[in-house]
């Protein structure tokens, strides 16, 4: 009986919280290792964080990718040989093909906004934001509407305090 009590509350939260999944990128999840990234993405380049930080020690880089049929960017970042995060970058042309490919894989975001931010002396630049979480992981895409590039970044606990800390 207890047994079943298990099974069927995992079969509820699976079903319940899609986004609970791993958050990955062509089959490379948080957590995998440089192994994974690449088995994965054959062309990327990994080399030792230029900085000390306590967010990642190495990073993987590739130029030139295929996500879910949109040209893309990405770069891995690694602690002790585990994908800590990475950030996914694309034209913003194609937002709605990210969005939608986002919330087919990651679930509805927990937050999705689009700001108007106001600067003196220039024109509004409106931003599109949506947010997805799950326990310390977390997934946010921001695209600046009348900028060239948006960006996609995945990560875990406190990866983006941390990243740019030069101890």
Known sequence: ??????FLAAVFLAIAFPAAAAYE???????GSEKDIKKNFPGIYCKP????????DRRCDDAKI???????RITFYL?????QAFDLRFDTRDIERVTALLKKRYGEPQ???????QREGKPVTQIYKALWESGKDRAVLV????KKRGQLTVSRGDWEDEIYKVR
Request: charged share 25%; net charge negative.
């Open 79 to 83: 602690k002790k040989d585990v994908v």
């Open 111 to 117: 937050s999705e906004t689009k700001d108007d931010i």
């Open 143 to 146: 695209v600046p509407l009348e």
């Open 49 to 56: 964080l230029e900085w000390s930080t306590r967010a990642a």
């Open 1 to 6: 009986m207890y047994a079943m009590k298990i």
């Open 66 to 72: 295929s996500f879910g049929g949109i040209e893309s």
């Open 25 to 31: 990128v062509n089959g490379v999840p948080l957590g």
